[in-house]
């Protein structure tokens, strides 16, 4: 008798885990003073933005205003923080992966760190604390699962409108954003964002592309 694997994971999302996780303890390898310099060239900062007599103040110059929008994702505040994401990932990400393949799955990981460091410098425009983590991420992958994951098997994937108006969508989505406010209330947790506080707008952001633009990346419904 064939024995089924107990992890059976795409290997995507092995690679992108296993990632995290190397960053990580490379990072716990280095000296505090190296470690800031990590945060200083790719870390998502909104002072980044502003330029200082035109030209960029931080490390890493124009390139790093480009990649901190996605670079910042790799890195987390702590153990905790990386494994409960890195959890959410694994758990989330399969049946993406499956529907989008690797590389639809990872641009909509790019996409949605992207547009989680984009709505967090609208709200937190100026500040000089790094904001890091794959939180945002999470919920976009959360959001693209929502748009197919309660969908009847035979019928079509809804618009977002669509999923809106099922009770199952709306009610994980009222879920989400309950945790935020608890989150955010709290002061400090697993989801993190910089220097204690929760980077709340980070994961609004996040869940953006995975819900509202998923057309964009599932190949079910461009066809």
Known sequence: MAREPVFDLPGALVGLVGLLIAVHVLRGLL?????IM???FFAFIPDRLLLEGGVPAYPGGWGAI?????????LHGSWTHLLFNA???????????????????LALVAASAAAGAAVHLAVDWASP???IGASGVV???????????FASPWASTPSALGALNLPRVRGFILALVVMNLILVVAGTAPFGGGAGSVA?????GG??????????FDPALRR
């Open 31 to 35: 000296s505090a003073d190296d470690d």
């Open 200 to 204: 709340w707008a980070a994961h609004l």
């Open 129 to 131: 604390v790094p904001m």
């Open 139 to 149: 919920f976009g992958i959360f959001g693209a699962v929502l748009r197919f994951g």
């Open 38 to 40: 990590v945060l200083a």
């Open 66 to 74: 480009v990649w901190t929008f996605v670079s910042h994702a790799a």
């Open 87 to 105: 959890v959410m990932l694994a758990a989330a990400g399969k049946p993406v992966v499956r529907r989008l393949g690797i590389g639809r799955f």
């Open 207 to 216: 869940f953006l592309p995975g819900f509202f633009a998923f057309r964009l």
